[in-house]
Nanobody, 119 residues
Framework: QVHVVESGGGSVQPGGSLRLSCSAS????????MGWYRQAPGKERELVAS???????YYLEAGEGRFTVSWDNAKNIVHLQMDSLKPADTSVYYC?????????????WGQGTQVPVSS
């Protein structure tokens, strides 16, 4: 079992910035990767950004140029820096961890953190 905990959510005005953080109870060497998803009311959960153990990153097109995902090796925390936020970014953001279990991958979720973007 991997414990995944998000932090850093909160209200922000349009154009503002926010940094979300996610810690996992497993070390990076045991992980395939980690990612951030979001789910707005009435919509499906979507992948916002991810980072593999190798450092390869992926971004949702809507977040390209505004969002940056990074992995702090020293603290084993994955950050999602979000700049130039828009009301359309309003969602619950979830951290996702993929654990390398050899023959298969284990997937674990955090509880989610609210990010309302409004003036």
């Amino acid at each position: 079992q991997v414990h995944v905990v998000e932090s850093g959510g909160g209200s922000v005005q349009p154009g503002g910035s926010l940094r979300l953080s996610c810690s996992a109870s497993e070390s990076r060497s045991n992980m395939e990767g980690m990612g951030w998803y979001r789910q707005a009311p009435g919509k499906e959960r979507e992948l916002v950004a991810s980072i593999k153990n190798s450092g390869v990153t992926y971004y949702l097109e809507a977040g390209e140029g505004r969002f940056t995902v990074s992995w702090d090796n020293a603290k084993n925390i994955v950050h999602l820096q979000m700049d130039s936020l828009k009301p359309a970014d309003t969602s619950v953001y979830y951290c996702h961890a993929a654990l390398d279990l050899g023959d298969y991958v284990g997937y674990y979720w955090g509880q989610g953190t609210q990010v309302p973007v409004s003036s």
